[in-house]
C-alpha cells in the first residue's frame, strides 16, 4: 500500500532556514500537502503542490517535487521560535475515484532554538 | 479551528468500557473523518463519511464504529475499549469540490484507555 516516510526531528537555529524532507511510494499520487500541528492543536494546511508542478513559493514557504524520485520537501526560510511545531507531509491521489483521502507520514518535529 | 469541534477533549476509560468521541462543524461539508495520531506513526484513517448514511472504513477501522447522524455531525464509538486504543483522535472535514479540498481538523480528544 502507499507509504509516506518522514524524519522524525530537526533542529534549527532561529533565522536559519529550515528543509523538511519526506518520500512517498504511490506513483499516482496527484496532490501533495504539508500541514502544521502545533501542540494542543489540530493539523492546519500550510501548503500543497500538484504533481504535474516542480515548485512552488509562497512568502517564506518554498515546496520542491521530485516526482522522478518521489521526494517532497519544504523549505522555510527565516525561521522563527514560531514555526516550531510537527510537520506533516500528506499525500492523496485519484485511485479508487476522487475520495480526498490523505496518506499522512510520520510527521518531522522541528524545534527552533533562539 | 473552531468550525470543527470535538468532545471531549480529554477523557480517561477502563478497559472494557464502551465510549463515544463526538464531532460536529459549522463550516458546511459533507465530508467528514476520523484520523487516530499515535508518536512516531503520523495519523492514521479510521472511517470516513462522505455524506449522511455514507460510511466508510478506513485502514484501522477494527475496533471502531461510527454513526453520521446528520450533515455536521459524526460521533466514534469504542464499543469495548483496549489499552492499545490510547491515542490522540482528531475529526476533520472538507467540501466535496474541488477534490483537492483541504482536511479542517478539530483540536483533537486525547483518550487513554487503562
Known amino acids: 500500500g502507499e507509504d509516506v516516510e518522514q524524519s522524525l526531528f530537526l533542529s534549527v537555529r532561529e533565522g536559519d532556514s529550515s528543509v523538511i524532507n519526506c518520500t512517498y511510494t504511490d506513483s499516482s499520487s496527484t496532490y501533495l500537502y504539508w500541514y502544521k500541528q502545533e501542540p494542543g492543536a489540530g493539523l492546519q494546511l500550510l501548503t500543497y503542490?500538484?504533481?504535474?508542478?516542480d515548485m512552488k513559493q509562497d512568502q517564506r514557504l518554498t515546496v520542491l517535487l521530485n516526482k522522478k524520485d518521489k521526494h517532497l520537501s519544504l523549505r522555510i526560510a527565516d525561521t522563527q521560535t514560531g514555526d516550531s511545531a510537527i510537520y506533516f507531509c500528506?499525500?492523496?491521489?485519484?485511485?479508487?475515484?476522487?475520495?480526498?483521502?490523505?496518506?499522512f507520514g510520520t510527521g518531522t518535529l522541528l524545534a527552533v532554538q533562539p | 479551528d473552531a468550525d470543527v469541534t470535538q468532545t471531549p477533549r480529554n477523557r480517561i476509560t477502563k478497559t472494557g468500557k464502551r465510549i463515544m468521541l463526538e464531532c460536529s462543524q459549522t463550516k458546511g461539508h459533507d465530508r467528514m473523518y476520523w484520523y487516530r495520531q499515535d508518536p512516531g506513526l503520523g495519523l492514521r484513517l479510521i472511517y470516513y463519511s462522505f455524506d449522511v448514511k455514507d460510511i466508510n472504513k478506513g485502514e484501522i477501522s477494527d475496533g471502531y464504529s461510527v454513526s453520521r447522524q446528520a450533515q455536521a455531525k459524526f460521533s466514534l464509538s469504542l464499543e469495548s475499549a483496549i489499552p492499545n486504543q490510547t491515542a490522540l483522535y482528531f475529526c476533520?472535514?472538507?467540501?466535496?469540490?474541488?477534490?483537492?479540498?483541504?482536511?479542517?481538523f478539530g483540536n483533537g480528544t486525547r483518550l487513554t484507555v487503562t
Open positions: 476533520a472535514t472538507s467540501q466535496w469540490v474541488p477534490y483537492n479540498s483541504p482536511l479542517h
Open positions: 500528506a499525500e492523496s491521489s485519484l485511485e479508487g475515484g476522487a475520495t480526498n483521502k490523505l496518506i
Open positions: 503542490i500538484f504533481s504535474n508542478m
